[in-house]
Every structure is written in C-alpha cells, then in structure tokens.
C-alpha cells in the first residue's frame, strides 16, 4: 500500500530533550515536506526536501533540523524542544512529475 | 512571500445547498492552486487543483480561479454531512522549488 508514514503518532516530552520524528514514503517520491499546524494558524511549511541531500527552508524553520540521506526518509529533528514547539507535524511527499502532495497521519507533540 | 487569505468560518451551510469558499492572494505570480480537505484530527487530502481562469468542476466540487481579481473559490453543491471539514487553499510551488504556503482555512459544517 503507497503511505506516508510517521513515528511517533503522539509524544511529550520535555523541553531540551532532543528528538527526532521519523517520516518514511514508500512511492520513490523526490520530493518531501514537513508541516506543523496550528490552530488558527493554519498549515505552515518549516522544511521541504526536493531530493536527497537537497533540502530547503520553509516559513518556520527556527528550531527545526532536517536530512535526507536516503530518498524514502525525511526525519525531522528538534534539537532542543521548546513549549512553542507543541503542535500537530505533518510530513508529505509527492513525485516530481505529479502535483499531488501525500500527507501523513500526523505527530502530535506537547513539549513541556 | 505568498500570502493567502482565507474566512475561517466557521461556515454554517444547510444540508442541500451551495456552499461557497474563498481564497484570496497576493502574488500575482501565482498560476495554479490547490484545495485541500482537512477532516477534524486528519491529514489534508488533495481534492481539486486548478490552473487556468474559469471553472473546473469534479463532481460536486467546481474551482473557480480568477487571475485577475486574484482569488479562488471552491463551491461545493448538495452538501452534504460528510463534507464538514476544514479547507485550505494554496497558490502551487513556483518552479524549482517546493515552497508551499497554505491558507489559514475555512472551517465549514454542513446542517442536516
């Protein structure tokens, strides 16, 4: 089945403590995002990935890292999470010659 | 800088009837949009896409793109139940890159 896949679906953590959210697609997809949504905020872009070893900002990198080393993964790394942090990822991806985006079922994180 | 403005609703429209989205941006540089659907706890899923003036139906669903106005509009016919959710548009990506800026959504709940 092509999916997008996310790990953890739901984490708390505290602030400081490094942690990384996997992403993996299964559809040899180039490229890759990332998303947080927040309410009243709506979508926001923090990374995109346009193949591997290629990656780009968003409109809300601060605070976030990312890699692609390989094509199907596209973790997202939070180096010292802070409570602003808390919020609903999402991690898509879509093939180069499609305009089709495919979302994953999302991360909640809380950040205490 | 994309910027996409959206009513977030919410939207309240009786069963049967049209409802009517809107989208407005301010680059005129941007040639084609995309709607997502975004079910309460879900991941966004991709329903029209929408690349020249004028109107594109699917279904229920038509597009409306005016460039020079410079809004979108999704109108939905015979709503029904199942299509409460939220909707976001977005300009798509310019070419060669993967930047995407989505609208902060309209909250819409269809009334039996």
């Known amino acids: 089945e092509a999916q997008v896949t996310q790990n953890p679906r739901y984490l708390i953590t505290v602030t400081g403590k490094k942690l990384t959210v996997t992403c993996s697609q299964n559809?040899?997809?180039?490229?890759m995002s990332w998303y947080r949504q927040d309410p009243g905020l709506g979508l926001r872009q923090i990374y995109y990935s346009m193949n591997v070893e290629v990656t780009d900002k968003g409109d809300v990198p601060e605070g976030y890292k990312v890699s692609r080393k390989e094509k199907r993964n596209f973790p997202l790394i939070l180096e010292s999470p802070s409570p602003n942090q808390t919020s609903l990822y999402f991690c898509?991806?879509?093939?180069?010659?499609?305009?089709?985006?495919?979302f994953g079922p999302g991360t909640r994180l809380t950040v205490t | 800088q994309k910027e996409v403005e959206q009513n977030s609703g919410p939207l309240s429209v009786p069963e049967g009837a049209i409802a009517s989205l809107n989208c407005t941006y301010s680059?005129?540089?941007?040639?084609?949009f995309f709607w997502y659907r975004q079910y309460s706890g879900k991941s966004p899923e991709l329903i029209m896409f929408?690349?020249?003036?004028g109107d594109k139906e699917d279904g229920r669903f038509t597009a409306q793109l005016n460039k020079a106005s410079q809004y979108v509009s999704l109108l939905i016919r015979d709503s029904q139940p199942s299509d409460s959710a939220t909707y976001l548009c977005a300009p798509s990506p310019n070419f060669g890159n993967e930047k995407l800026t989505f609208g902060t959504g309209t909250r819409l709940t269809i009334i039996p």
């Open positions: 929408i690349y020249s003036n």
């Open positions: 898509a991806s879509r093939a180069s010659g499609s305009y089709e985006q495919y």
């Open positions: 680059d005129r540089g941007s040639q084609s």
């Open positions: 559809m040899n997809h180039e490229y």
